[in-house]
T-cell receptor, first 113, second 109 residues
Framework: NAGVMQNPRHLVRRRGQEARLRCSPMKGHSHVYWYRQLPEEGLKFMVYLQKENIIDESGMPKERFSAEFPKEGPSILRIQQVVRGDSAAYFC???????????FGPGTRLLVL | RKEVEQDPGPFNVPEGATVAFNCTYSNSASQSFFWYRQDCRKEPKLLMSVYSSGNEDGRFTAQLNRASQYISLLIRDSKLSDSATYLCVVNNAGNMLTFGGGTRLMVKP
C-alpha cells in the first residue's frame, strides 16, 4: 500500500511565478490536509479538503494561495505570484476519516529566488 | 502563548540513557494527542498516540495528564537512531493537527 505521494519533491521558482504542488493520498483515504513548515519553525495547518470540497481553510493566507481536491486526480496546492517568504516545506497528509491518524507525504520543498 | 509548547533542546545524551520530553497544551477541549518524530528534512512520522491511561511501545512510554494539560514522552535505553526532533501534536477539531515546535534529541556514542 503506497503511502502519501507528493510531487515535485523540490521546486524552484522566481518571484512572481506560480507554484503548483501535488498530493495523492493513501489508498482508501478521502481526507487531505496541507501543512507548511517555514525554516526553523514548526508545522502549521493550512487547509483541509475532501473530494471536491474545501472543509476548513482557516490556515490559508488570504491572498495568492488556493487548494483543490478534484473528483479525479491529486489534490493541488497553488501559490500565485510567489514571494521569497513562501520558501518552505509543504507537507500533505491524509486520513481515512476525521479524528483518525494523519499520515504525511515526503513534502515539497519550495525555494523562491 | 503558543498552543502547544515544548522545550526546543537540544538534549544531548549518551547511548543507553533514559531521556524524557515534556509538552503543555493550552486548549482544554483538545481531544487527541500524539508524538511524531521528524528526521532532518523529512516528513513527520507517527511515533505513538497518547492516552490518559498512559501507553507503552517498546522503549517508548507516553503519558497524558488532562488536568494539568501536560504530555510526556520517555525513551529508555537510547539508541543512536533515536536522534531526531520529537513533535508533540494535539488534535482539537478533528481535522487540524497543532504542532509544538519540537524537541531535538541527539544520542551520542
Amino acid at each position: 500500500n503506497a503511502g502519501v505521494m507528493q510531487n515535485p519533491r523540490h521546486l524552484v521558482r522566481r518571484r512572481g511565478q506560480e507554484a503548483r504542488l501535488r498530493c495523492s493520498p493513501m489508498k482508501g483515504h478521502s481526507h487531505v490536509y496541507w501543512y507548511r513548515q517555514l525554516p526553523e519553525e514548526g508545522l502549521k495547518f493550512m487547509v483541509y479538503l475532501q473530494k471536491e470540497n474545501i472543509i476548513d481553510e482557516s490556515g490559508m493566507p488570504k491572498e495568492r494561495f488556493s487548494a483543490e481536491f478534484p473528483k479525479e486526480g491529486p489534490s493541488i496546492l497553488r501559490i500565485q505570484q510567489v514571494v521569497r517568504g513562501d520558501s518552505a516545506a509543504y507537507f500533505c497528509a491524509s486520513s481515512p476519516g476525521l479524528w483518525e491518524t494523519q499520515y504525511f507525504g515526503p513534502g515539497t520543498r519550495l525555494l523562491v529566488l | 502563548r503558543k498552543e502547544v509548547e515544548q522545550d526546543p533542546g537540544p538534549f544531548n545524551v549518551p547511548e543507553g540513557a533514559t531521556v524524557a520530553f515534556n509538552c503543555t497544551y493550552s486548549n482544554s477541549a483538545s481531544q487527541s494527542f500524539f508524538w511524531y518524530r521528524q528526521d532532518c528534512r523529512k516528513e513527520p512520522k507517527l511515533l505513538m498516540s497518547v492516552y490518559s491511561s498512559g501507553n507503552e511501545d517498546g522503549r517508548f512510554t507516553a503519558q497524558l495528564n488532562r488536568a494539568s494539560q501536560y504530555i510526556s514522552l520517555l525513551i529508555r535505553d537510547s539508541k543512536l537512531s533515536d536522534s531526531a526532533t520529537y513533535l508533540c501534536v494535539v488534535n482539537n477539531a478533528g481535522n487540524m493537527l497543532t504542532f509544538g515546535g519540537g524537541t531535538r534529541l541527539m544520542v551520542k556514542p
